[in-house]
């Protein structure tokens, strides 16, 4: 029966465990836990896969991940909340694969089917599966598969049969799984009669047709479930993948990596001495050789060793050692262990994303830990569907994407004749072939870190190595400038797939993005040459006031507010506006380069230049990246890479004739184009609207411009009560209908990111904008706590980053303040969360730092003036003659900015102590009586931590663990007096007598101890107006540590639990000397 094992040896089994492909199976029952330490003793146990059955899931898409570990679900999504509704769409079964284990996965889909996971690692088949029980289903589909070579297929099967388990009686199936495993050649290759779940059956199983593939039950890592884990071990690990990890140059290793650079640099040609083109496309290659070679000297490359699990802790490890020897013990505490360790392991996970996100100080932590709540699924990608057919190699999603995206259009509609040999008009613009060395690091090594192309050199290593190539550089940009040659080595790109934001399919090819990866030596070429070409193009005035896109001040904000403007303005004249947009279709990858530069010669660019920007787009090769997979270099007929520092800018004047055709009443941004026209009725706007889009649509033809009839929109703009919307029939085929209502939501259309409805009240938008803020401000309250969260400080950075919702387009309009309400929703979610208030704390404080928001002004020096001789005298006698109050009487006593900024920020400081002394009389006078300022400036104590800045913002307001506080709001089971008798009151603090025990060592100490009201409160404000003070002081005093041990103590010894202590005398309370 288990022909599989037959003739099985020793040696052989030897071997497999030395070499083989490991295994593991469990059902983890929908455990949190369980999944965890199944994922975590999988990786200690060295599993190249994990098959989990129920996994433990959540709305969301979410489920539990390790950083060893790729997850491959049998759906892409599980979104729903009601319980009835994610147990319908919840996946049942769910496999992990190793990384950096030199595996390469595909994953087979059988259809929507959410219990099965079927995955291709190395050449072996292996399916995981889970039957639910009294369901044939599974089975059914089990026994018609055609089993392939190398076939595995595991999981919880809920079948029993005398084949698993001998002497049991066949039930739900198992004789048809049994004929099916005889049949087939997929043999049992479990222990027979071993047990697999702790009711005492076998009904996990695996079959396999793979000679001395063998299953056993692992006891020693039980994760916790019902079901026991099992360990699968395949002889040999298949045909593995490629190892072309790159090398990774450490910091400590940049100085040699330098000097090897400067040893190599004297060796290559000069520039100055190149006479043609082929020696720079020869110079090219010699550097990115010299390149790679330092890399290689001192570089390493990845270890290849996955990480284990940063939340296991050694108290997991241990609870699960205890619990694993309580099992093979049959100890009757196995299942208060096992309680115990899954409960830990829970609060171990939860602990650990606590320390991340309370230890978020630097900026780069804390948006990482704010950005968690848009974060994608890490699920890897489905089959691909290109004309119906579905496409599950990696390699072959690869090369679909590369013909579908990078190939779809051709160079068939480009010119025939070459502009560049063309007669036309004298070049007008001017262009100038020298380079400063300051242009030349701008351009390369002035920017931020950017991914690498294919010869792997980072701006990070030519910083490190910039002082030895600056002056090579600098000359071979600029004999590439004279030659009008860009060089070969750098036309290769190396084109990322990416996901496109917002598309949840992602089995169509138009979901996903091509990103394309250049080398940065030459994006520094290209970055110069774009900054040049933009500057003239705006100077020379060769694009439309009204066009955007890679161009220096203009924004897409800002073209939306000058359409905005327009709008207004024929508003306030009677008249209605009509605003119909247009998107391009393939953009930068259908340009054709011959019209581009034909373009570029009308609009009189010179010689040099166009013979460079053909050089730039002539013979480009791409190769895509696909999940670590290559496909092999190919030739682009057309198209612009995205990606490219040159490209937006070619495009903008690619479609530059378009824009200045109207210059008014036409805008443009990228590949998004906009027209409107504005008259006393829109059936006249309609009938302008036809002849503009018909004149579009005949300059696309001519000149191949496809525009994407799907994203043809339309909306009437009109404050006038009628509900006329005509539609623009441009042609038989195209008709142009406005935008509609979708449910209860206002129409509108969104163009450039703002949503534009029907009488510019801009309440889609506000809509939109304040439930993505909302959305910000509730995750954001969800990190912090009174105890647990980032710094206030550092929290409050987030808060104004990401939480700020300014109306910058419309803000001063009519009908304002309704918008002006639903924008500022959020900014107490805001405030409350940065500081760590109760929402019960007083009103002015709140909006003490809502201002702080909106009117903080960052102040930057700049050491221009250091070191020079005389400067400190010059600025001493300008302060004595400012003081003398002299005034000249030449040009000198014109106001000057220094000065002007003075008397502002006098102004300002005026202005807000006028505010606050009009705020302060509605204060409370628990805290008036503190004497406390407001500034403008981030307030020191949210540099504390959260526990004590919580201390501290009680004891300013009296809102917090006091006895007053207590009584007005009828907390009954507050206990009302300090440990040593007295009611607890914020002066209590300092007159306590746990306090003053410390008196010689408090911070800032007056000459004797407080005794009186007066002497408490004054210190009590000293203190609470340097919060650095009231810090010390807690940690010498202990008091609030102090109290809540005595609490806990009462807790404990008390029957019942807390008692309430409403007045009792002094002498009753517990002794402070026997705490």
């Not at 059914?140 to 297929?153: E, R």
């Not at 190539?469 to 990416?498: N, Y």
């Not at 949840?504 to 040459?529: F, H, N, Q, T, Y």
């Amino acid at each position: 029966m288990l022909r599989n094992g037959a003739g099985r040896s020793g040696e052989g089994r030897a071997t497999a465990s030395a070499n083989g492909l490991k295994v593991a199976w469990a059902n983890v029952g929908r455990s949190g836990p369980a999944h965890i330490a199944l994922l975590q003793l999988a990786f200690e146990e060295g599993a190249d896969v994990v098959c989990v059955q129920e996994p433990s899931v959540y709305p969301g898409t979410r489920t539990q991940n390790h950083p060893a570990y790729e997850c491959y679900a049998p759906v892409d999504a599980w979104e729903r909340v009601l319980t009835a509704e994610r147990e319908a769409e919840r996946p049942r079964a769910m496999s992990y694969t190793r990384k950096a284990a030199n595996l390469i996965t595909q994953q087979r889909r059988n259809g929507d089917d959410r219990d099965i996971v079927w995955l291709e690692v190395n050449g072996f088949h292996i399916v995981n599966v889970y039957r639910e029980p009294s369901t044939r289903r599974i089975i059914d589909y089990i026994t018609s598969i055609q089993v392939p070579p190398n076939f595995l297929i595991g999981g919880d099967f809920n079948a029993k049969h005398d084949m698993f388990e001998p002497g049991v009686g066949s039930s739900n199936q198992g004789a048809s799984l049994a004929a099916w495993s005889l049949s087939s050649g997929a043999d049992f290759i479990g222990e027979p009669g071993e047990p697999t779940h702790r009711a005492g059956h076998t009904i996990d199983l695996t079959f396999s047709n793979i000679p001395f593939a063998e299953t056993t039950v692992r006891h020693d890592l039980d994760c916790g479930s019902d079901h026991f884990t099992l360990v699968t071990l395949l002889p040999g690990r298949g045909q593995g993948a490629d190892g072309n990890a790159g090398y990774r140059v450490t910091e400590a290793n940049l100085p040699r990596f330098a000097h090897a650079i400067n040893s190599g640099i004297s060796h290559l040609p000069q520039p100055a001495d190149v006479l043609d083109t082929r020696d720079l496309d020869d110079i090219a290659a010699l550097l990115t050789t010299l390149f790679q070679n330092a890399i290689k000297a001192v570089g390493k490359r990845p270890q290849g060793t996955a990480k284990s699990a940063p939340w296991w802790t050694p108290a997991c490890a241990e609870l699960h050692a205890g619990y694993a020897s309580a099992r093979r013990r049959a100890a009757p505490e196995q299942e208060r262990k096992r309680r115990d360790m899954l409960s830990t392991i829970r609060n171990a996970k939860r602990d650990y994303w606590r320390r991340v996100i309370d230890s978020a100080a630097d900026d780069a932590d804390l948006y990482k830990v704010v950005g968690w709540h848009k974060l994608a699924p890490s699920l890897k990608a489905p089959p691909l569907i290109v004309n119906g057919v579905s496409i599950e190699s990696t390699k072959e999603k690869a090369e679909a994407l590369l013909e579908k995206v990078l190939h779809r259009y051709d160079d068939s509609d480009d010119l025939e004749y070459d502009p560049l040999e063309a007669e036309g008009r004298r070049p007008i613009l001017p262009w100038t072939t020298a380079i400063s060395l300051e242009e030349v690091e701008k351009s390369v090594i002035g920017v931020s870190s950017t991914s690498p192309g294919a010869d792997r050199v980072t701006v990070r290593l030519l910083k490190a190595c910039w002082q030895h190539i600056r002056a090579f550089i600098r000359d071979f940009f600029q004999k590439c400038l004279e030659l009008s040659h860009f060089p070969s080595e750098w036309k290769l790109a190396e084109v990322v797939m990416l996901p496109k934001i917002g598309k949840k399919d992602r089995s169509s090819v138009r979901s996903w993005r091509p990103i394309a990866l250049l080398s940065c030596i030459g994006k520094g070429l290209e970055r110069l040459v774009a900054r040049r070409i933009s500057w003239a193009a705006i100077h020379y005035g060769v694009i439309s006031p009204q066009h955007g896109g890679a161009l220096p001040k203009r924004s897409a904000v800002d073209l939306v507010a000058s359409f905005v403007y327009d709008v207004e303005s024929a508003f306030a004249q009677g008249k209605e506006v009509t605003l119909v947009t247009l998107d391009v279709q393939g953009a930068f990858d259908a340009l054709l380069p011959r019209r581009l530069l034909e373009r570029m010669r009308k609009q009189g660019w010179p010689g040099k230049l166009l013979r460079l920007i053909g050089s730039f787009l002539a013979d480009r090769k791409v190769m895509v990246r696909l999940e670590g997979t290559y496909t092999a270099e190919s030739k682009t007929q057309c198209g612009t890479p995205q990606g490219s520092p040159l490209s937006p800018i070619l495009y903008v004047l690619y479609l530059a004739e378009l824009l200045n055709q109207d210059r008014s009443l036409r805008f443009g941004y990228a590949d998004d184009i906009a027209i409107y026209r504005a008259s006393k009725s829109v059936e006249s706007n309609v009938t302008m609207l036809k002849r503009d889009v018909r004149q579009v649509m005949r300059w696309g033809a001519e000149n191949k411009v496809a525009f994407a009839p799907e994203k043809l929109e339309m909306i009437h703009l009109s404050r006038k009560r009628n509900t006329n919307a005509p539609s623009i029939r441009v042609s038989p085929e195209l008709t142009i209908t406005p935008v509609t209502a979708v449910g209860d939501e206002q129409p509108a259309l969104r163009w450039l990111g703002v949503w534009i409805d029907r009488k510019l009240s801009f309440k889609r938008h506000v809509a939109e904008r304040s439930t993505k803020a909302l959305k910000v401000a509730r995750h954001i309250k969800g990190l912090a706590g009174v105890r647990f969260g980032p710094p206030a400080a550092s929290l409050r950075k987030a808060v104004v980053t990401c939480g700020t919702v300014l109306p910058t387009i419309w803000v001063g309009g009519a009908g304002t303040r309704g918008r002006r309400e639903r924008l500022a929703r959020p900014r107490p979610h805001m405030a409350t969360t940065a500081t760590g208030c109760a929402y019960a704390h007083p009103w002015a404080f709140l909006e003490c730092h809502a201002l702080i928001d909106q009117f903080k002004v960052g102040i930057r020096w700049s050491p221009g003036h250091m070191g020079i001789e005389g400067n400190e005298t010059a600025d001493e006698l300008a302060d004595a003659g400012a003081n003398e109050g002299r005034m000249d009487d030449d040009r000198s006593a014109e106001p000057t900015i220094s000065g002007i900024g003075t008397t502002a920020r006098a102004l300002a400081d005026a202005a807000t102590s006028d505010w606050w002394s009009r705020c302060l009389t509605g204060l409370s006078a628990s805290y008036r009586k503190w004497g406390l300022g407001y500034s403008i400036a981030e307030p020191p104590e949210l540099r504390l931590p959260r526990t004590l800045l919580h201390r501290l913002l009680a004891a300013r307001t009296a809102h917090g663990d006091f006895a007053q506080y207590h009584r007005r709001f009828g907390h009954t089971d507050a206990e009302l007096n300090c440990l040593c008798g007295y009611a607890k009151t914020p002066e209590h603090l300092v007159f306590c007598e746990i306090s003053q025990r410390k008196f010689h060592a408090w911070p800032a100490k007056p000459e004797r101890p407080p005794s009186r009201p007066k002497e408490g409160r004054r210190y009590m404000s000293a203190i609470l107006a340097h919060p650095k003070l009231f810090e010390d002081f807690l940690t010498v005093t202990q008091y609030f540590a102090i109290n809540a041990r005595a609490q806990q103590t009462r807790d404990l010894t008390s029957p019942g639990g807390p008692q309430q202590s409403y007045g009792l005398p002094r002498q009753n309370r517990h002794s402070l000397t026997a705490v």
